[in-house]
T-cell receptor, first 110, second 115 residues
Framework: LAKTTQPISMDSYEGQEVNITCSHN???????ITWYQQFPSQGPRFIIQ?????VTNEVASLFIPADRKSSTLSLPRVSLSDTAVYYC???????????WGAGTKLIIKP | EAQVTQNPRYLITVTGKKLTVTCSQN?????MSWYRQDPGLGLRQIYY???????DKGDVPEGYKVSRKEKRNFPLILESPSPNQTSLYFC??????????????FGPGTRLLVL
């Protein structure tokens, strides 16, 4: 099972681009990388998913280098409402167990 | 509306008094799981289920039981709750695809306090 490592917390300011990197050195060939966002007292919700290179959707981009041992979630022009905990999840369905990291608490300041 | 529901949302109980937290999803998902979330520890999987009558232990199964008699329901049972089970609990569900991880849909959470 891949285990992920993320920074515990990060600060930034409104309008800035924020990059959060997740390390997953033991990622397996079939594993996908998924990022979730969680607000206080709510369940996590899906942001973006990728396997390799770059993926972009309406809220974020995900950069995955060729060796896939890390991934970077990029949030463009953050606002105060982006203050949340962000989780990187690396999982495969080989054994159906999902292991989540501790997440990164992102605080956006005005 | 596609959703995962949990009940109750808040629960205060005493040590040793059996309790059940219900979880139901209306998306016909095969995969369901329970998590507990404690400050600084992120999400830890308690039990998961790949389909009806198929369950398995996650990272922290001690003190918990689950059952999957119907596809939509996945109750979490604490036979004899203890104060160290005070936590925020989440139920989640997803499909079981062949080659990629599908989105996990989470319930609203159940905050449990064991005195």
């Amino acid at each position: 099972l891949a285990k992920t490592t993320q920074p515990i917390s990060m600060d930034s300011y409104e309008g800035q681009e924020v990059n959060i990197t997740c390390s997953h050195n033991n990622i397996a060939t079939n594993d996908y990388i998924t990022w979730y966002q969680q607000f206080p007292s709510q369940g996590p919700r899906f942001i973006i998913q990728g396997y390799k290179t770059k993926v972009t959707n309406e809220v974020a981009s995900l950069f995955i280098p060729a060796d896939r041992k890390s991934s970077t979630l990029s949030l463009p022009r953050v606002s105060l409402s982006d203050t949340a905990v962000y989780y990187c999840l690396v999982a495969s369905w080989d054994n159906y167990q999902l292991i989540w990291g501790a997440g990164t608490k992102l605080i956006i300041k005005p | 509306e596609a959703q995962v529901t949990q009940n109750p949302r808040y629960l205060i109980t005493v040590t040793g008094k059996k309790l059940t937290v219900t979880c139901s999803q209306n998306m016909n998902h095969e995969y369901m799981s329970w998590y507990r979330q404690d400050p600084g520890l992120g999400l830890r999987q308690i039990y998961y289920s790949m389909n009806v009558e198929v369950t398995d232990k996650g990272d922290v199964p001690e003190g918990y039981k689950v059952s999957r008699k119907e596809k939509r329901n996945f109750p979490l049972i604490l036979e004899s709750p203890s104060p160290n089970q005070t936590s925020l609990y989440f139920c989640a569900s997803s499909t079981l695809p062949g080659s990629r991880v599908e989105t996990q849909y989470f319930g609203p959470g159940t905050r449990l306090l064991v005195l």
